[in-house]
């Protein structure tokens, strides 16, 4: 009896450390995951993606089920235009925290890209059902580009203004405001929106070829002019340029 003691006692002692060699072992996989995925991003924010790749797959190599490692990898492949890749790492770490509304946000944006509208508003909307996401601005913007994309520029207006409603200097909303109002033929709203939108970002080339049309609209053509001679100096190999061009012409433009 006494040496079946001293065994139960033995077997205790070993199955105690091998728990406590697994914890030690969790921690640090976690951890290598941890700092791998932080590098990751770092190197994706730099526009370093096959660096980027490289410390992600590390992360979860380490941890399989570390969410944030899939939802940047997802963002990278998305930027590498690897969209099979890109997509099964948007689900997967969808699947590992459902209460991230930024991976439901992003997914939404990858969905419009690829022209799945429909699933992207889905996605938008469910970002947005998600308990204190902290930048439900972001998700309404997003939905309303997507939607002047269908187009339905009766709902895209509606998340637009939701959009702005929480932060009026968002300048992917204003813009596609902008557009909105030209196609309802609402051009001084068109103006105020473009005006908005140059205060918070640089013109564009949209942005640019809008104005001319908008002022043309509006019967000011020196305000046309200043859009014009923005859109020959800045971006003199755009489309929009091209179509300036052709409109001073009398051809077919958009």
């Known amino acids: 009896m006494r040496y079946l003691s001293v065994f139960a006692s033995l077997l205790m002692v070993f199955l105690l450390s091998a728990c406590g060699t697994a914890m030690i072992n969790e921690e640090q ?16 924010q730099q526009g370093r993606l096959d660096d980027a790749v490289v410390k992600l797959k590390k992360a979860i190599e380490a941890e399989p089920n570390f969410a944030p490692a899939h939802s940047t990898l997802a963002l990278v492949y998305d930027r590498m235009g690897l ?17 991230d509304g930024s991976v439901y946000n992003n997914y939404g944006v990858f969905l419009c890209r690829v022209d799945r509208l429909k699933e992207a508003d889905e996605y938008f909307m469910k970002a947005l059902k998600v308990p204190r996401y902290p930048t439900p601005e972001r998700a309404y913007e997003n939905a309303g580009a997507c ?10 207006e509606n998340y637009l203004r939701q959009a702005l409603s929480r932060n009026s200097k968002l300048p992917v909303a204003l813009y596609n405001m902008a557009e909105i109002t030209f196609a309802q033929q609402r051009y001084m709203s068109t103006r105020a929106y473009l005006e ?15 104005g001319v ?12 002019q200043r859009y014009a001679k923005l859109l020959q100096t800045e971006y003199p190999d ?3 340029f091209k179509w300036l061009l052709d409109a001073s012409q009398g051809d077919h433009k958009p």
């Not at 890109?86 to 209460?99: Q, R, S, V």
């Open 238 to 240: 755009s489309i929009q």
């Open 83 to 99: 969209a099979d890749k890109a997509e099964k790492h948007y689900l997967k770490a969808i699947d590992l925290n459902p209460k």
């Open 29 to 44: 996989d976690q951890k290598v995951a941890e700092v791998n995925a932080r590098l990751g991003m770092g190197y994706f």
């Open 147 to 156: 939607a002047r994309r269908i187009p339905d520029l009766d709902k895209a």
């Open 213 to 224: 049309r908008a002022e043309r609209k509006l019967g000011n053509e020196q305000a046309a």
């Open 196 to 210: 908005r939108f140059e205060e918070v970002s640089k013109p564009t080339p949209q942005s640019l070829w809008l």
